[in-house]
């Protein structure tokens, strides 16, 4: 099994809509997660962290679910500009030797169409 | 700097050839990660320093990859006699890492444009 796994879709949305995308982690001891962006032939760029709460920033919206061990990343009135790759990051735990290490998910493509 | 620098940006090698690959981080940060990305595929994990601390060296895919960290701060990425699937981008991040245990926050990791390498 992944230790991160994601659809790797594309999802294709009209812009305006609500797009969902979940990740599931092996790890059930993983520290801290992320959702970081990729834009075609681009670097990875950090998009937001993910908080136990759950977490809000403008149209985004992060919810972790410790149980299921499950990450989702909601994105509402979807424009133009959010077309990207979204990868789901997550940190294992500092007592297995992870350290600061980052395990990436392969990423789910994300296409808003006019 | 303000950001992670990397140099060359592109890289067009013979087979057979060694390369270096450079990374610059962003002043005071004292994790600095190196990932290659093959085309379509996700973020693989090379090597990761950690201040003074002995590098994690699991993800060098061969003996032909080492990586080095002078005075903590620049980093070079060297392969030797470079083959065509060593073809990719190779990414260089840097983080700060305050702290230990299962409480400390982390903040996350800021790439470099990366490297792209041709092995041909």
Not at chain 1, 11 to 18: D, I, L, R, S
Not at chain 1, 95 to 111: A, E, H, P, S, V
Not at chain 2, 59 to 86: K, M, N, Y
Request: hydrophobic fraction near 30%.
């Amino acid at each position: 099994r992944k230790e991160v796994e994601q659809d790797p879709g594309p999802f294709n949305v009209p812009e305006g809509a609500t797009v969902a995308f979940n990740c599931t982690y092996s790890n059930s001891a993983s520290q801290s997660f992320f959702w970081y962006r990729q834009d075609c032939r681009k670097e990875p760029k950090l998009l937001m962290s993910v908080y136990s709460s759950g977490n809000e920033d403008g149209r985004f919206t992060a919810q972790l679910n410790r149980a299921s061990q499950y990450i989702s990343l909601l994105i509402r009135d979807s424009k133009l500009s959010d077309s990207a790759t979204y990868l789901c990051v997550v940190r294992p735990p500092i007592l297995t030797g992870g350290g600061n290490k980052l395990t990436f998910g392969t990423g789910t493509q994300l296409k808003v169409e006019l | 700097g303000a950001g992670v620098s990397q140099s060359p940006s592109n890289k067009v090698t013979e087979k057979g050839k060694d390369v270096e690959l450079r990374c610059d981080p962003i002043s005071g940060h004292t994790a600095l990660y190196w990932y290659r990305q093959s085309l379509g595929q996700g973020l693989e994990f090379l090597i990761y320093f950690q201040g003074n601390s002995a590098p994690d060296k699991s993800g060098l895919p061969s003996d032909r990859f080492s990586a080095e960290r002078t005075g903590g701060s620049v980093s070079t990425l060297t392969i030797q006699r470079t083959q065509q699937e060593d073809s990719a981008v190779y990414l260089c991040a840097s983080s700060q890492f305050r702290g230990q245990g299962p409480t400390n926050r982390n903040y996350g990791y800021t790439f470099g444009s990366g490297t792209r390498l041709t092995v041909v």
